[in-house]
């Protein structure tokens, strides 16, 4: 739970970063003509050499790559088909990406650029194969862990205790004594009592007859 609400503060960060980024205007003497055209601007980046064209291709895979990994990670699930999320979640960037430069034809100083739909949308596929299905699978077996470890505790609180009230108590009410045997007897918080035997016949004194 605490991951999920985590993966979803971070989406709404990042998409705010997002807009903030590519819909502010820029005030610039020109600007490029719109690019329609699948791969021109890519073609036309790698024409600058190639420390400029992977510049510019990372910044466009970067931008919304994030995606890959806090879409997922939002949604909360762990046991769902891999190339279902993939799909999901590059549908999803797909669709951002679109809104974007949907928006960015009425700011100024921004063009469309079909290349950078496709940048973004393979920006988000990468992100989600390098790091998710690792993700899930660790998150996986914490939760197993976490559910034996509660088994167990669940398992010991059945045990039986012996303290000193389930011990049996020798000399009590609730059974024999030592003492009954040698004809002892006892109350709870009382002395002891002995029955004795009979000493002998009791003496008789003889009648002494009464003079006339």
Known sequence: MRVRAAGAVLLLAHLVLVGWLTLRPRYVPWVTAPNLELLAG????????PVEAARRICAGMVLLAPLGVLLPVAGGRLDVSPWGSLTRTV????????GIELFQTAVPGRVVDVDALLLNTAGVALAHLLVVPALRARLRRW?????GAGDGTARGGGRPSYGSADRPSYGSAQGPTRGSA???TSGRGGALRRDDPAQGPTPTIPRVGIAP
């Open 42 to 49: 890519i073609k036309a980046d790698l024409a600058l050499g």
């Open 91 to 98: 549908a999803a960037g797909a669709f951002v990406s679109v």
């Open 182 to 184: 040698y004809g002892m």
């Open 143 to 147: 939760s197993a862990l976490r559910a």
